[in-house]
């Protein structure tokens, strides 16, 4: 008998949307909307950080400390230490990583143990739970509900909420952690004081840990202010707060990323960092600790990249929001993050009968239709739900405004030429 090859850990988990979807746009001639990436250059002083990280100290192409490069661990300690309130030990309380998607990965290595309850909200990022599943998890799906809006009105990020009823009855004795999206993937939602605060009052009376995923910390529009749940009282002690050099400075393939928490959660991401990737590359960590250096000495000028960056990506999620309306779609208007979701309900009733298997999301369809006929790409909102609830919210699809001028401006010509085909 033939031994079994993939470890059971992978059993249900080896489809990845990002990987479909790309590969499928690349064979059309499409504006590619689909996965998050800036197409515009990281600020000049960030590159110039890169850059002398690469010809300076010839030490930088070495190994480094395992857990964070000394100054960059530093900046971080002091940076979000003001932010969060906190006396952040750059030794104890900080680490560095491949990236948010590696602070995730090592987060849930080393705190989630089999049969442990994690909550997901969702919609969710879809990788947190197939990570639930390889450590043994049992993911826990409590939905954002949207509210109605008037007629003619369009639909905001912020009207899609927890129910408190509902969100109670997912803690149980099993309960480990809780996983927080704000500004959420792929909805925009940045979670209001209040609403951290049921969240926070929850994972306190049921000692459960919570991670936060706050890589869109920066992009928030509308005048919205982010919260960081690690600074509500009591909170500091059981959250891991973790951020993105990627998303903060328009460099994601830079794959920098950190962990923030209390040494009694982070001794053991420590431990699964030690005996994984060991250490993060040099010269990436000390490119972001110069950039985090100079957004220090700018915090909250106009000079900051950290000002600037929400403020020009307010004006492309804006020119987005009215681009889509021409053609049908209705965005649900995003307070944050890069992402939009746009209601597809009017396509979803006039051609129900797109061509797809018999048991895919409308929504997958759709994007699979736009893409070979109107030269458009997506991600289908399915993806970011449990298979249960896939059927419910089949009639959105996320696109990226974290984009150039010029291919916001591609995108109104495939839209215009879509209009001109939907006139009788």
């Known amino acids: 008998m033939a031994k079994r090859l993939p470890a059971r850990r992978l059993d249900g988990i080896d489809h990845n949307p990002w990987v479909e979807f790309g590969k499928m746009a690349s064979e059309y001639d499409v504006v590619n909307l689909g996965q998050g990436f800036p197409d515009f250059p990281p600020p000049d002083f960030a590159v110039q950080a890169f850059q002398l990280a690469l ?22 300690a002091s940076f979000f230490g003001k932010l969060l309130e906190q006396e952040i030990d750059p030794l104890k309380n900080v680490l560095v990583t491949v990236g948010a998607y590696g602070a995730l990965f ?3 290595q080393a705190l989630v143990d089999e049969g442990d309850e994690v909550i997901i909200i969702e919609p969710f990022f879809d ?3 197939p990570m639930t599943l390889m450590a043994g998890g049992h993911p826990v799906f409590v939905t954002l509900k949207p509210s109605p809006t008037g007629d003619g009105e369009l639909d905001s990020a912020g ?9 109670a009855s997912k803690f149980t004795s099993r309960t480990k952690a809780l996983i927080l999206n704000t500004p959420n993937n792929p909805l925009g939602k940045v979670f209001s004081k209040a609403e951290l605060e049921l969240v926070a009052s929850l994972c306190q009376q049921h000692d459960v840990i919570c991670i936060s995923d706050e890589v869109y910390q920066w992009l928030v529009y509308d005048g919205h202010q982010h919260v960081s749940i690690a600074s509500l009282p009591g909170m500091w002690e059981r959250t891991l707060t973790i951020g993105s050099a990627g998303k903060s400075f328009s460099a994601t393939g830079w794959k920098v990323g950190w962990a923030l928490g209390p040494d009694r959660l982070m001794k053991h991401l420590r431990t699964v960092q030690q005996n994984t990737v060991y250490h993060c590359p040099t010269q990436g960590q000390a490119a972001v600790a110069q950039s985090l250096q100079h957004e220090q000495l700018h915090f909250g000028q106009p000079s900051s990249y950290f000002v600037q ?7 492309s999620r804006d020119h987005m929001v009215r681009s889509l309306q021409s053609v049908g779609l209705r965005p649900v208007v995003p307070q944050g993050s890069y992402f939009l979701i ?8 006039k051609m129900p009968d797109l061509p797809g298997d018999v ?12 893409i070979r006929n109107k030269g458009l790409a997506g991600i289908p909102v399915s993806v970011f739900y449990s298979w249960p609830h896939q059927k419910h919210f089949d009639h959105y699809v996320r696109f990226c405004f974290v984009k150039d001028e010029s291919t916001l401006q591609a995108l109104d010509e495939k839209l215009q ?3 001109d085909e939907l006139r009788p």
């Not at 192409?61 to 964070?68: D, K, P, V």
């Not at 009207?159 to 969100?167: G, V």
């Open 417 to 419: 030429k879509w209009k």
């Open 359 to 370: 048991d895919e999301p409308y929504d997958k369809r759709f994007v699979k239709w736009m």
């Open 55 to 76: 010809s300076g100290d010839f030490m930088l192409n070495q190994y480094t400390r395992a857990f964070g490069y000394p100054p960059l661990t530093k900046i971080l």
């Open 106 to 108: 090592t987060a849930f």
């Open 127 to 129: 990788c947190y739970e």
């Open 342 to 349: 746009a209601d597809i309900s009017d396509f979803k009733s």
């Open 309 to 315: 960056l929400p403020r020009a990506m307010w004006r």
């Open 159 to 167: 009207n899609w909420r927890l129910d408190p009823t509902e969100l």
